[in-house]
Every structure is written in C-alpha cells, then in structure tokens.
C-alpha cells in the first residue's frame, strides 16, 4: 500500500523493520531452546513421567523355567533324593511312614550339630579343617554316613590343607585367604534348610515320614552346608515367580549331585535365559489386549516399552506417557504462535503510540502554540512538520490580527465618514424644513450639499454590500463578444467628471486589438474600480493612461496614473480586503479599501488574474483576461505591462500643462505582486447589481 506521508513512510520501515527482527530472534532463540529442553529436560522429564504413570514388568516365564530346570534333572527327578533313602534302608532304617519318631531324639540331635556346624563355618575364630572333622564325626556318630561318603560329600570343598575352598562362591559371599598359621577367615552364613523344609518340598508331612526318609533329609540338609549352596529368594538367578518350595527342591538336588555355587549359579542363569527367550517368543504374536493382559495389564490399546538386561525381558506400557508426550509438539506451536502475537501486539502498540504522542503534541501545540514540540526521535519528520505549522499558524494569526486590525481601524474610519456627511444632510435638512424664506439659491446650494453627502453615504454602504456579496456567493460570469476598444472607452468616459475636477486627463491606447469574450457588466465593475482608484490617487495635472494589447490567448489591459508610489510592503497587500495604505489619504479620497479587493474576485471569476507595480512615482495596475473565455487552455506567460502604460506619451502632449522638472518617461515596471503565471481556479461569487450609476467625484 503506497503512502503519501515520509513519516508514513519511515514509520513503516521502523516497525516492520522492528517487527521482522524481533520475529527472527525470537524464532532462533525458540529454536535453540527446543533444542536445550529436548537435550537435557526432555530425558529426565520423561523418565520421570514414564516411571510415575507405568511400572516395569518382568515376563513371566516360570513355567519355561520349570520345564527347562525339568530336563536338566533339578526338578521332576524323585530318583536323586530316594538313591539316599534306599542307602538309609540298607543301614537298617524302616521306610515305613510315620516311623520318624522312634528316631527323633537322634534326628533332632543331627540337627543340632548341622546347625553348630553352620554356625562354625561362619565364625571367623574356627578353622575350616575343624568343622569338617566335626562333621564327620557327627556323621559317622549317627551312622548317617561312613568316612568315605562324608569324604565323598566335602569333596571339592576343601583344600588339601584343609581350608574352605576360595572357588566357593555365593551371593554376597567374600573371599578368604589362608594364613601362615593355616587359619581361614570366616565364610558368610548359608541359611540352614532343616530337614522339615525338604520334606515339606518332596509334598511330605514330618509327622508323616519314614525314619529313612529323614535322615536322607537330613543328609541333604548337610550337604547343603558343605557345599555352602543357597538360593535366597528373589534372586536374579531365577524368575520372580519361583517359590521357597521350588528352590529348596533345587538345592537338595544340586547337594546330591554335589554342584558347587559356580556351577548351580550357571545353570540357573541359562535356565532363566531360555525361559525368558521363549516367554518373549510366546508373547510377540500375541494381540495388544492378550499381550497387556499376560504383564497383568488391563488396557485396549497398550504401548510397550521393551528393555532386555542379561538375556532377561522387561515390558511396561507407556501408553499414558505416549499421550503426554503427544502434547509436546502442539504446546510447543502453542507457545510459539503466542510468542510471534505477543511481539506483534507489541509492535502493533507500539505503533499506537506514536499516535498518541502525535495526538499529545497536536493538543499541546493547540493549547500554546509557544510549548515546545516534543516527539520521540521516530517522529522527527512530524516533529519538523509541526514545527512548519506552527510557524504558518502563528503567521496566520498575525496576519489575521493585522486584518482584524485593518477592520476595525475601517470600522472607525467608516463610522466617522458615515457620521460626518450624515450630519450635513441632517443639518441641512433641518434648515430647509425650518426655514421658508431663504433665497433660491440658497435652497438649491443647499439641497445640492445634502444630495453629495447623501451619495456619499451610498457609496460608502454600496462597497460593503458588494464585497459581502462577492465574499458569500458565486459571481455568475454571462460571457458575450465585446469590442475592446469600445469596452475601455465606455469605462473610461465614466471617470471623465471626476478626472476634469483634478485637471486628469485619461488616455486610451488600444492598438491592435479586435474583441475578447467577457462579462462586459462585471469586468467594467473591475476596470472601473481600478481607474477610480487612479484617479483618486494621480497627481493633479497628470495624465492617466489605458492600454490594451491582445493575442489569440490572452488580453491585457494596463492602467497606469503618476502620483505617490507604493511601497513593496503594501503591494504585496493592496488586494486584500479593507486594504487602507493610510488612513489620511483614504480619508482624503473617501474609499473604503474594497474597490481592488472586488476588482479582484471579478478577474478571478473570469479565470484571469490582476496586479500591481509600482517604481519612480508611477503606479501600474495589470488586468489578464482568458481573449476567449477558457484560461484553463493558455499556457503560463510572464506578466508584463506590454507596453500599454505609456504615461510619457501622455504627458508628452500635454507638456506645456506641466512643469519642466516632471517631464520624464517612466521606466518599464515589473510587477511586485506578481502572481504564479498559471491560470488562477474560478473563485465563484455573484453580482446581482447592475452598472454603477455616473457620480460627480467623491469627496
């Protein structure tokens, strides 16, 4: 959109300039935040929120786990602990149920020492070597087991000097290190599995069992301490869902097959592996809703998260963090488009208030035109511009202080003119009513003087009309044909009176000139006034010369009288309405300072335009009448008298009339007013009075 005003203008680049900046800083600024929060908030932050709206869920593979254990002879295999219950039988001990209690009194004693034995083992003051030779003693006491069996059962369990052997591992267990003195330091504790926990994991009631078969427990549970086995539930080892019942099953077996810690440890740990490998397999094809629902989830339409640790499957569902995270990229745009609507409201206000400063300045300026103009830097061109006005404000303010002084200086010179011819008339009157009996020629002397001052009166009043008139109405211009020659003429004849009364004679030179197209009654008025004006205004005794040169565009019409010059200064006011050069000589002459100013609006009217020059005692007023009716077609030309004053050929003839000293041609003038050489806009007024009647001079 195209602007008319440089403020406008510079306004525009500022804000948008602005505008467009802080748009691209805050983009980028956007953008590398983006990328600070998704690199170190968004992590935590989703973590955060994943672990609170979801928990991690091990798949369940006990029953792969079983199976798998199955086969490798830990579980399902009644044939390991019964090899011991058939080896007690051998040693006379019944198999029949419920004969544990005639030997419970030995068995609760076997018991005790296993437990001293435990206990020993973990004491850092007892030496390895003694509580294995505590425990065969305790053995070969009970006839549990011979030498060579207790032998069979440490073996790989002790070091040839008969120390705990480092290979023994468990979890959490510490390494232990032999001293000179063949000391050890203490093995961490082995919970001890009685003999009623394995018989109630073989699904046997203690009071129920054979002695045989008790004592084989109890033989396990002794193995179990000197293969320093364990399996603490939960254990990494096996899946969560595995029972005390499962794992006591599995380290009886183990003692029997005398796997040390290492070894169970590893086969638990493949074990576990393939079950979860198998489970994950199972699981895959399964539907969302089956899936969700084998993690023990209760969801339509999960979202799985899929973490594998060691061989070991964990799921959760995220389905809620998925849809908080969903929000991310809308919060995001929502924060962005806010961020671009706030920088633009700003600009928007800030644009705003440059309104407002101006509004400020504009009221400011208009309660005291003398305040300071005070504009933010942006608005330096509006600041100038005010600057401007008011310069042309306070100008304008004086010049119509002049003219209101002008007036009112009219008013009083009105008022008195008024006054006095009106007293005359009264005066006169009054003496004509009162007295009958005066001479004839008094009574017409005196009739005479009231019918002057009368006219004078009505000259007075007619010049305000007029110039009133022409001020609020369009002058309506009735063009016709007229000779130029019989124009000037006509007019000229009417000033005769008043010319002879000062001795002026009127010269009229209209050379070369055919007609031009005119209001012949309105353009009189015009010319009319101007001659009134010089001949009020000539020299006694002088000559005041008519000139009219014509071309196909343009007729000029000059009048030229010697007599006071004018200055520069009032020439550039002689136009202007109630325009009074003195007020000694307006009062002299009788005029009203309206006579130029309705000359004026007349040749306007007719598209033309009217000045004055005036230099060496010689006064020159210019007409420049459109010769056929359209100025709007003539181009621009320089005003000049065109030759047409030629008071010097006047005065020429009448030389002896003058004296010596005052016969001198005048120089050629160049109009002072001079106005733009276009043609001036018609300036519609109306006249709605006729020719002005024929006067004897003014007075």
């Not at 600057?387 to 007036?407: F, P, T, Y």
């Not at 008298?641 to 041609?665: C, I, K, T």
Request: a negative charge; glycine letters at 6%; aromatic letters at 8%.
């Amino acid at each position: 959109m195209a602007l008319k005003s440089e403020q406008a203008r510079a306004l525009r680049r500022r804000v948008l300039g602005g505008l467009i900046r802080n748009l691209v800083l805050f983009t980028g600024a956007f953008a590398l935040l983006c990328a600070a929060v998704e690199i170190f908030v968004v992590p935590p932050v989703a973590n955060w929120v994943a672990d609170s709206t979801s928990t991690w869920r091990t798949l369940n593979s006990y029953g792969q786990f079983q199976q798998i254990m199955a086969d490798e002879g830990f579980l399902q295999n009644d044939e390991l602990f019964d090899m011991w219950v058939i080896e007690l039988s051998d040693a006379g001990y019944s198999t029949e149920a419920g004969t544990l209690s005639k030997v419970q009194d030995d068995v609760n004693e076997m018991q005790d020492a296993i437990a001293e034995y435990a206990t020993m083992m973990s004491d850092p003051s007892v030496n390895g070597q003694a509580a294995a030779d505590f425990a065969r003693k305790e053995a070969e006491k009970f006839g549990v087991i011979d030498e060579t069996n207790a032998a069979a059962a440490t073996e790989g369990v002790y070091d040839a000097e008969g120390d705990i052997a480092t290979s023994v591992q468990g979890a959490g267990e510490d390494e232990t290190a032999s001293g000179e003195d063949g000391g050890s330091a203490a093995q961490p504790s082995v919970p001890l599995v009685s003999y009623e926990t394995i018989l109630a994991a073989e699904d046997i009631v203690p009071a129920d069992a054979s002695a045989a078969r008790a004592l084989a427990a109890l033989r396990a549970s002794a193995s179990i301490q000197a293969l320093r086995l364990s399996l603490a539930l939960p254990s990494p080892l096996v899946p969560p869902e595995t029972d005390e019942s499962t794992a006591v099953r599995i380290l009886v077996a183990a003692a029997v097959m005398g796997y040390s810690q290492p070894d169970l440890n590893a086969v638990l740990e493949n074990a576990y592996r393939e079950s979860q490998q198998q489970a994950y397999d199972a699981w895959i094809p399964l539907t969302p809703p089956e899936m969700a629902q084998a993690v023990g989830e209760n969801d339509e339409h999960p979202v799985w998260q899929i973490e594998e640790n060691n061989g070991v499957y964990q799921v959760r569902n995220v389905a809620t963090y998925t849809f908080v995270k969903s929000f991310k990229l809308p919060l995001a745009a929502i924060v962005f488009v806010i961020g671009w609507f706030l920088i633009i409201f700003r600009s928007l206000d800030k644009s705003l208030r440059y309104f407002d400063d101006l509004s400020g300045a504009v009221g400011t300026l208009l309660a005291d035109k003398s305040a300071p103009i005070e504009l933010p830097a942006d608005l330096s061109i509006a600041r100038n511009e005010l600057a401007v006005i008011r310069s042309q404000s306070l100008a304008d303010e004086r010049a119509a202080a002049a003219a209101e002084q002008r007036k009112n200086e009219l008013v009083a010179y009105l008022a008195h003119d008024i006054r006095t011819p009106l007293t005359s008339v009264l005066g006169y009157l009054d003496l004509l009513r009162e007295t009958t009996d005066l001479p004839r020629d008094t009574l017409r002397r005196y009739a005479d003087i009231a019918y002057t001052k009368a006219e004078r009166l009505e000259s007075l009043i007619n010049e305000f009309f007029e110039i009133t008139r022409y001020n609020l109405s369009a002058i309506p211009i009735e063009r016709e044909t007229v000779g130029v020659r019989l124009f000037c003429q006509q007019v000229a004849e009417a000033f005769f009176p008043e010319a002879t009364a000062r001795n002026i004679r009127i010269s009229i030179d209209v050379a070369g000139t055919d007609q031009f197209f005119v209001d012949p009654d309105k353009l009189a008025r015009a010319l009319g006034n101007v001659l009134r004006n010089a001949v009020a205004y000539a020299d006694p005794n002088s000559t005041i010369a008519i000139a009219a040169r014509q071309d196909a565009r343009w007729t000029t019409i000059t009048v030229a009288n010697r007599g006071r010059e004018i200055s520069d200064a009032h020439l550039e006011t002689i136009f202007e309405k109630f325009y009074r050069e003195d007020g000694a000589r307006t009062s002299r002459s009788g005029g009203a300072g309206l006579g130029l100013a309705i000359a004026k609006e007349i040749v306007v009217a007719h598209h033309g335009d009217i000045e004055a020059a005036s230099q060496g005692g010689v006064t020159v007023f210019t007409l420049r009448i459109p010769t056929r009716g359209d100025g709007q077609a003539a181009p621009a030309q320089p005003l000049a008298p065109a030759r047409a004053p030629r008071p010097a050929r006047a005065a020429a003839r009448h030389a002896e009339e003058r004296p010596a000293s005052r016969r001198q041609s005048p120089a050629r003038l160049n109009p002072c007013n001079a106005r733009p050489r276009s043609v001036p806009a018609r300036k519609p007024v109306r006249d709605n009075t006729g020719e002005p009647r024929r006067r004897g001079p003014s007075r």
